[in-house]
Nanobody, 125 residues
Framework: QVQLVESGGGLVQAGGSLRLSCVGS????????MGWFRQAPGKEREFVAG????????KYADSVKGRFTISRDNDKNTVYLQIDTLKPEDTAVYYC??????????????????WGQGTQVTVSS
């Protein structure tokens, strides 16, 4: 089992940056593919970025390519989401999630087994 705790959200002006962190507990963290999702008010949860177990591969939603960077440090059981050039439409609760070790990085939330509680990101214009 993996428990996930996100941090790093906050209120930022448009054009600014944030780095979200997600710390995982349990020995299986390094065996998990990891993903970041977000949910804006009144909208469905959407995939943002995902990373392979080793960190060698990543996948991004088209809407965030070039602005978001996912990375991980398995020694620290942590996955990061660097968000640059923030836009008001990036305002959402951001969640990290853990998937199993096999197969490609999934963009489908229901395929992830464990979720954090979320961290709020608010971007002012």
């Amino acid at each position: 089992q993996v428990q996930l705790v996100e941090s790093g959200g906050g209120l930022v002006q448009a054009g600014g940056s944030l780095r979200l962190s997600c710390v995982g507990s349990g020995r299986t963290f390094s065996m998990s593919k990891m993903g970041w999702f977000r949910q804006a008010p009144g909208k469905e949860r959407e995939f943002v970025a995902g990373i392979s177990r080793s960190g060698a591969s990543a996948k991004y939603a088209d809407s965030v390519k070039g602005r978001f960077t996912i990375s991980r440090d398995n020694d620290k059981n942590t996955v990061y989401l660097q968000i640059d050039t923030l836009k008001p439409e990036d305002t959402a609760v951001y969640y990290c999630a853990a998937d199993g070790p096999f197969g490609p990085i999934s963009i489908i939330g229901s395929e992830y087994d464990y979720w954090g509680q979320g961290t709020q990101v608010t971007v002012s214009s």
